[in-house]
């Protein structure tokens, strides 16, 4: 595929909450739908049945994952080669897939492998510095910073924005960085670009209805502590 039409555009991320009232494929296809009328360039779809029914209403590229619970890895995103197969064969052109440096299943070069012998173009799913450089020295498309702050290794970071020191720092090294996780706000995406991201992934501010209401039920709450001067 070629990358150039996704340049500097905003990706929508339509993962609703696990088994939440949302969590089904007509509503995902909704958002989805929405999403490229609204003008994303890409969106990001979880599921391969949700796959399957994006790709036959939109015309925009899909950036495809299967999540899963593992009992002994804390690896979710498409872990396995046979996901990659089925991922590709649901209609996404682009497959992410965990590329952190964790006890996995399966090694990120033999899913590099799969996605290269089907012709995806490849997301690798990092948390560190290391682990971006790592995936483009393999040769993967597109270095997410979609894990930052979710290992062990990178726990402990505010989850209300995103990470810019390593959308940076991997930007420096010339990788085209797909900006992705906590980003919040407008201005947290276009400080992505700043930064230097090839372009931007947002999901839970946009898709994540029980999410937004969260924050905004926090910060009322907040405010209602401060109004009583505790
Ligand atoms: C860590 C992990 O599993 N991230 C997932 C990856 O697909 C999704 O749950 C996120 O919603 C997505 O990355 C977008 O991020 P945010 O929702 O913060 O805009």
Redesign the pocket.
């Known amino acids: 595929m070629n990358l150039s039409g996704l340049e500097h555009q905003l990706v929508v ?1 339509c ?1 609703p909450v696990s088994l939440g009232p949302m969590d089904h494929p007509d509503i995902v296809v909704a958002m989805a739908k929405s999403a490229e009328l609204a003008g994303a360039g890409a969106v ?1 779809i ?1 599921g391969i049945n949700n796959i399957r029914q994006v790709a036959r209403n939109l015309h925009i590229p899909i950036i495809g ?1 299967v ?1 899963r619970d593992l009992p002994d890895s804390p690896v ?2 498409s872990p396995f080669l046979q996901d990659i197969t089925d991922l590709a064969a649901a209609g996404a052109s682009i497959v ?1 897939f965990d590329a952190t440096h964790r006890v996995r299943p399966v090694p990120v070069e033999e899913l590099y492998r799969r996605a290269r012998a089907l012709k995806l173009t490849i997301m690798a ?1 990092c948390a560190t510095l290391a682990e971006g450089i790592a995936a483009a020295q393999l040769g993967c498309d597109l270095i997410g910073t ?2 930052s702050g ?1 290992t062990e290794e990178t726990a402990g970071q505010p989850m209300h924005r995103p990470d810019l020191e390593l959308i940076a720092a991997l930007a420096a090294r010339g990788y085209r960085v797909m900006a ?4 919040r706000e407008p201005a947290q995406a276009a400080a992505a670009l700043e930064a230097g991201a090839f372009a931007v ?5 946009i898709t ?1 209805v029980e ?1 937004i209401t969260e924050w905004y039920l926090s910060a009322l709450a907040g405010a209602e502590k401060r109004s009583k001067g505790v």
Do not use: F
């Not at 992705?180 to 980003?183: C, H």
């Open positions: 991320s993962q990001r979880e994952i999540k979710r995103i992410a799913d979609t894990l979710y992705e996780g906590r980003i992934t947002v999901g839970s501010a994540r999410h």
